[in-house]
């Protein structure tokens, strides 16, 4: 079994609080040493049209502190592929009080909602992968860009058109579905309530098959109500330490519809332990290790994977987060042993082609 760890190296949406390398490239830099720590490497889901955009208004500082982080971190093993916010290219940056505000069209925060999806996920894909081919070459000359995930899980509506750009901009992986998930935001609606776990070709219903591109969801599960109580006492006694850094219009993200609704009952009627006790996450970095480990045990359990897909946010990094990190890559040793192997997406180009 192999463990992908990977992240949305991005800034967030709507806007910052602080300079952009506060945001992202401080926090990786400590990402990268719990890498060092833990001896597995990230591979980094590069918001890349932030970075042309950056570029394009002048403002070049961001995107060549960027360039220079990714190169180093593909030379200490890491990997880097293509992560599209597709509402970038029409994004205005407003300064405010010292803050940077991104004013944009909502309607063009999913690359399925354009008039003509097709034809905008093929520009905006190849835009992407050409400029994260650019920007690694010149560290590796082998580098390529082959996978492919959507921002903020947005790969409805029109998923059909944006796989078919993904295949035809020569991405071979998609790592876009988080199985169970239901986000209903601002900005987008996602519902992979009727998606797979495990790895498979994906056709265009988002249904495993024999013909697509390769799928390697973000793991998800049910958490025991065991792991839930641990957690929340371990909460109740450190007063569990806030993100670090903030931004504007957090995207909110639901569990699945059903579990919620279910969620919402017994907590009127039970109170909360028993809300926790049917509580389903996905594999996203928190501050609890055990959450985490429960999370990809029940992902383990149901779909028998040959690959667990974990995600982190650097801009959402903090000091307990990372001890987390590490603390879950040991226990995920002890508990799988030495036939888990931590990797990045681009080492399974030649296993999935
Ligand atoms: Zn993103």
Redesign the pocket.
Known sequence: MKLLYSN?Y?LFLGGITAHENEVVIKPTEELLAACEVMGAPMTF?V?VLSLIRYRELGKADFPDAVSRQMCDAISRGHDVQN?I?PHWPTTKLVSKGGNTMYRFDEKSFVLGAADDPYTWSVRLLSEGRSYLEDMIRKTDPAYACRAY?A??YGLQPNERDVLRAAIDTGHLIDSSIVPGLVIDSSVHHVDFSGCAGGEYRLNENLQPASEGIFEIPVAAGHIPGAALAGSYLKRLATRASATKYSGYGAVAVQQGKTQNSLVRHMTRLKGRVERLANAWGYLELTDDADIMVAITKAYVETYNPQYICFSC?SKSINTTKLKALIEYHKKMKSIFGEELEATTFSALYDEVT
Do not use: A, I, N, T
């Open positions: 949305d991005e889901f918001d992560h916010h995930r921002g903020g946010h």
